[in-house]
């Protein structure tokens, strides 16, 4: 007979919104054994975004424990004697396979079933892969995705085994601009494949891309854009050596990283809850259709209250929040004390090379580029604004200072009028400022 474990409080899933949501609980007060958090991977819950920077610097790499949350928020580090000592159960290298929300029972792949009263699910995304297309010859050795830890430590052993080799990396979103800035830093020759007409086109405009396009290829990083791989070749051993590309370009590749974009991991749930927009749809309070249930981070489709409709958020900023909103309302609930909706003001940023950007609120309306965004300068300098009915809705900014960033995050979140574009043009940076 297959065990029954019970806890009150079950967090699915082990990544940054676990972490964050742990230490909520243990902030506003659970007691031993009442917790518990389920994860497929083997490590307590760490900070994802090193994956794609730090941890693969030729020097000093980022190594665990170092980047366990809470650290990417200036938070203390919760090393894995952190949740014993809270009484909170870490349950990992376990992987869930069915989930029945109605008698309230999880089942791992082992036969264990969890029981819960109250239930997070924080089961994030999963890249999608090319297998999953049918590409002849997406499997052969050395073609590496990045989403967990041990996808990086497949990296870091493919970047020392090909030293000074040759790398494709398909796609130009968040994990394409990052890996190959980092890939490049290893001394390996890099070359980035994606259809888009210019990199990271769901917030980039032409004029942005441009500067980073060709600061990469200054960098000495190759950009192929306007085509895909359409198949890979592998010699005997079934290592990858080219990539071959829908325009009938072949690249020759000892590593390839494909970064396409991720799907949320929501399968387990399928026809028991309410979905939308591909997530989990919930309330202000994270709860879902199903009540005691509640859904954080990256599978979670809320109502943005700034721009008044349903949206899923892939950021580790909203993965953070929305875990401990969700927190602060189970446990509000609890203590007949109401809890402020939440109120999120979108924030994406990345680092690479000696760049780092940011940006605030949602990219829609007209832009205006300001400041100095030569490829070739010491330290560019520039920004933009979206602006849409007469009010500014996002700002982005490279290179800026902590207070810098703060205003422009003052701008995108107070949308202040804007009468005259050239003069918002002149004004640049200085416009933030003064709000």
């Not at 008044?308 to 401990?324: C, F, G, T, Y």
Request: aromatic share 10%.
């Amino acid at each position: 007979m297959a065990s029954e474990k019970h806890f009150k409080y079950v967090i699915l899933g082990g990544g940054v919104a676990a972490g964050y949501a742990a230490r909520e609980f243990d902030k506003q007060g659970v007691k031993p054994g009442e917790l518990a958090i389920i994860s497929k991977e083997a490590v307590a819950p760490y900070e994802r975004p090193a994956l794609s920077k730090a941890y693969l610097f030729p020097q000093n790499p980022a190594r665990l424990p170092g980047f366990h949350v809470c650290v990417g928020s200036g938070g203390e580090r919760l090393l894995p004697e952190w949740y014993s000592e809270k009484g909170i159960e870490l349950i990992l290298s376990t992987e869930i396979v069915k989930a029945d929300l109605a008698s309230k029972t999880l089942t791992s792949a082992t036969g264990v079933t969890f029981t819960y009263e109250i239930l997070l699910i924080a089961t994030g995304s999963t890249v999608i892969n090319l297998s999953d297309f049918g590409t002849p010859g997406a499997d052969s050795n050395n073609i590496l995705y990045l989403r967990e830890i041990d996808d990086a430590d497949k990296l870091v052993a493919a970047i020392q085994a090909k030293k000074g080799g040759k790398a494709v990396v398909i796609g130009g979103g968040y994990i394409g601009l990052e890996l190959s800035a980092v890939l490049k830093l290893n001394d390996i020759d890099v070359t980035m494949v994606f259809p888009e007409p210019w990199c990271m086109p769901r917030l980039f405009t032409a004029d942005i891309a441009a500067f980073y396009e060709a600061y990469y290829a200054n960098k000495g990083v190759k950009i192929v854009k306007g085509t895909l791989a359409v198949g890979f070749d592998a010699n005997a051993n079934g290592d990858v050596t080219a990539v071959k590309l829908k325009d009938g370009r072949v690249l020759e590749a000892d590593i390839v990283v494909v970064g396409v974009g991720a799907r949320p991991l929501t399968a387990l749930f399928k026809g028991q809850v309410a979905e939308e927009k591909g997530g989990i749809k919930t309330d202000a309070f994270f709860e879902t259709s199903v009540p005691g249930v509640y859904a954080i981070g990256d599978v979670a489709t809320f109502p943005m209250k700034m721009y008044n409709e349903l949206r899923r958020v892939e950021h580790v900023d909203h993965s953070r929040k929305s875990a401990e909103q969700a927190v602060k309302a189970i446990k509000g609930k609890e203590s007949g004390e109401s809890v402020p909706e939440y109120e999120y003001l979108p924030y994406f940023y990345s680092r690479s090379f000696d760049l780092s950007w940011q940006f605030y609120g949602d990219n829609v309306g007209e832009t205006i580029l300001f400041g100095d965004s030569d490829p070739t300068s010491a330290k560019p300098k520039f920004g933009s604004y979206w602006i849409k009915d007469g009010k500014v809705f996002g700002a982005f900014l490279e290179g800026g200072s902590p207070d810098e960033n703060k205003a422009i995050a003052k701008v995108a979140k107070t949308q202040p009028p804007v009468a005259n574009l050239e003069e918002l043009k002149k004004e640049g940076l200085q416009f933030a400022s003064k709000i």
